[in-house]
């Protein structure tokens, strides 16, 4: 009979098509396009925080802050001091509350003079990244003079990093869209800025705040953030290219101007590697949970 034949073909047929969905990498599930080209889909990548938020808690109880942080379900940080503890009594406490640490921040004039100690820092704490989130200049005026020194400051100190295992990171901060021939600043410092030696963490509040967009600036660049802080602009309220805004602007994810949703879901599928919610408000400490509680509600396709 020519039936059995025309079965088995039709198994095989079911079968190349059952193995070809399960190839398909997990960002084709989690992130789709509507019907009116808008990404829809669930953000499900760790987030972290930078421990500035809780700058006023640290100094009175170190070990208790850590503690509250893992009681909010937070898993990552990205640090930068040590509080007046050694490097390696710190990382105990962030192991004791199971916290990693994969990224830590320096000071621009540290990485000058004193390379190896940064160096040394983040093997301890166990950091892949090291990101600078100033590039000094005189008052509210960055220069294209200061953008090109910080050029080629940035790409010596990332060869110098990438060379010990470890990647250099620059955080905006807003004042680098200032105009610049045809595009920013900021523009200048990325086309000038070798890919395989300098990152960049995005700062969702500054990049807002300085007057581009978000998610316009992730597509435009694809490959050059890895790092992003999470933070959203209190409505009402107008930025500027100066980098400076009031700690009260900070408000929880999805309160503010800030349409988070995109934008995470862009980065997600794009491959950026971390994001921590950095909360600068003077009550940040109740702000947070709130972010989180935003988070988790992308966490599920809609």
């Known amino acids: 009979m020519r039936l059995l034949p025309i ?5 095989f047929f079911i079968t190349l098509s059952v193995l070809g969905i399960l190839s398909q990498p997990y960002t084709a599930f989690a992130q789709k396009k509507d019907k009116a080209g808008k990404s829809s889909g669930s953000f499900t990548s760790e987030v972290g925080l930078q421990l500035y ?63 190896e100690g940064i160096i040394r820092d983040a093997k301890t704490m166990g950091a892949t990244y090291i990101m600078v989130a100033w590039i000094p200049h005189k008052g509210d005026d960055f220069t ?27 955080h905006i901060h807003g004042y680098e869209f200032r105009p610049y021939e045809n595009g920013t600043l900021f523009d200048y410092i990325v086309k000038n800025t070798n890919p395989k030696f300098v990152n960049f963490e995005m700062d ?13 600036l992730l597509k435009k660049y694809p490959n050059r953030f890895s790092l992003m802080h999470l933070k959203d602009m209190k409505k009402g309220e107008k930025g500027n290219n100066t980098g400076h805004a009031p700690d ?47 988070i988790k509600s992308l966490n599920a396709s809609k």
Request: net charge negative; charged share 30%.
């Open 7 to 11: 079965l088995k073909s039709i198994v």
């Open 53 to 115: 938020s809780l700058r006023a808690e640290f100094p009175k109880d170190v070990e208790g802050t850590l503690a509250k942080i893992q009681q909010m379900g937070i898993k990552e940080i990205e640090g930068g001091g040590f509080y007046d503890m050694k490097p390696e009594d710190f990382k105990k406490l962030t192991e004791k509350y199971g916290l990693v640490c994969p990224s830590i921040g320096a000071g621009y004039e540290r990485f000058d003079k004193d390379m």
């Open 144 to 170: 294209i003079e200061d953008a090109k020194k910080a050029v080629s400051d940035f790409n010596r100190w990332g060869e110098k990093l990438k060379a010990s295992g470890i990647n250099f990171c620059y």
């Open 248 to 294: 009260e602007w900070n408000v929880p994810l999805g309160t503010g101007q800030i349409a988070y949703k995109p934008l995470l879901l862009e980065a997600q599928r794009l491959g950026v590697k971390h994001y921590f919610i950095e909360d600068e408000h003077p009550e940040a400490i109740h702000q947070i949970p709130q972010s989180l509680e935003y």
């Open 204 to 216: 969702v509040f500054w990049t807002f705040h300085g007057g581009e967009d978000p998610l316009r």
